[in-house]
């Protein structure tokens, strides 16, 4: 299917945003690019790619414009600049964010007439426009039906739905899980390395026992998603048990276990609570939120 090359503006150049521009510049699109730091347009422009003086120009350059900034603050400054100029554009922004700040950023678009839709990527700059890049979107169906086919040269493409925030409630607890793991490893390099093992040796074992407990935590969001914390199996006061092991031993070895006692708190509490024979599960209710 061919695609109507329609001028796109990439607003940020770091190593997102010049991945993203290099991504439509190479697949024929006219690409108009902004950063406060105007040098790291430099090796764009030598490619085609055309500098707006202002964010206000860029914005004007393009229908779609896409933001790829540090942070929802740095974000809110540099919009603020356009305020004028969106009017009639789809924004459509990569920046890293919580669900409450691409809310924010949706009404604010909406305020100064634009059409925004939020996105969470899922790559390394190097594999923007590649199999290995998806991108998660929520907000305006209306942009993400309009665009997606140019939406889909920077990767897969997934509509989430029409709440702004939705893409980023995913993003945020699809890490929070991520850096849970790479805590946990961090750990166990660290004790393996007292007992005189190198991480290269623990790591494939560590691995394929990781990937035997996958199917546990679909077993997991049901308990979690119904509330029925009943369990035969592993429960809460073993898994106290072998936590105090775990923690003794490392310890015992001059290992802190400071990325295991959050985890140690939240299985005392529930088993203080009179909970020791529900399933580990059961930990998350610790961390309900009180709002």
């Known amino acids: 299917m061919s695609i109507t090359r329609e001028p796109v503006t990439v607003i940020g150049l770091g190593n997102l945003g010049r991945a993203l521009a290099g991504t439509f510049l190479s697949n024929g699109h006219p690409t108009t690019v902004w950063n406060r730091s105007t040098t790291k347009a430099d090796t764009l422009v030598a490619g085609g790619a055309t500098a707006a003086a202002t964010v206000a ?5 393009s229908k779609l414009v896409i933001v790829a ?3 929802p603050q740095v974000t809110r400054e540099v919009l603020a600049d356009a305020a004028q100029a969106v009017r009639g554009h789809a924004l459509v922004n990569l ?3 919580g669900p409450q700040d691409a809310r924010e950023t949706a009404d604010w678009a909406a305020e100064h007439g634009a059409d925004y839709l939020h996105g969470a990527v899922y790559a390394v700059p190097q594999t923007i426009g590649t199999t290995e890049s998806s991108i998660n979107y929520s ?3 209306i942009v993400h039906q309009r665009w997606r086919t140019h939406l889909e040269i920077l990767g897969k493409a997934t509509f989430l739905g029409t709440d702004a925030g ?4 995913y993003d945020v607890a699809i890490l929070a899980g991520m850096y849970g793991m790479l805590g946990g490893y961090l750990h166990a390099a660290a004790v393996a390395r007292a007992s005189g093992l190198a991480a290269t ?8 026992w990781l990937t035997s407990l996958l199917p546990a935590l679909t077993t997991f969001a049901g308990e979690i ?3 029925d914390y009943t369990t035969e199996e592993s429960n809460l006061a073993m898994n106290q048990a072998g936590l105090d092991t775990i923690i003794s031993a490392s310890t015992s070895q001059g290992v802190p276990a400071a990325l295991l006692l959050p985890l140690k708190e939240l299985i005392d509490q529930q ?3 009179g909970h020791g024979t529900a399933s580990l599960a059961r930990a998350v209710e610790s961390l309900r939120s009180v709002v």
């Not at 623990?202 to 691995?207: D, E, Q, R, S, Y």
Request: aromatic fraction near 0%; glycine fraction near 12%; charge should be negative.
């Open 69 to 71: 900034l540090l942070d």
């Open 271 to 273: 088993v203080t609570a």
């Open 57 to 61: 120009d860029a914005v004007a350059a």
């Open 95 to 97: 920046t890293s964010g």
């Open 139 to 141: 907000g305006s169906a």
């Open 166 to 169: 939705r893409a980023s409630g």
């Open 201 to 208: 040796e623990l790591t494939p074992m560590l691995v394929s």
């Open 225 to 227: 998603d119904s509330g």
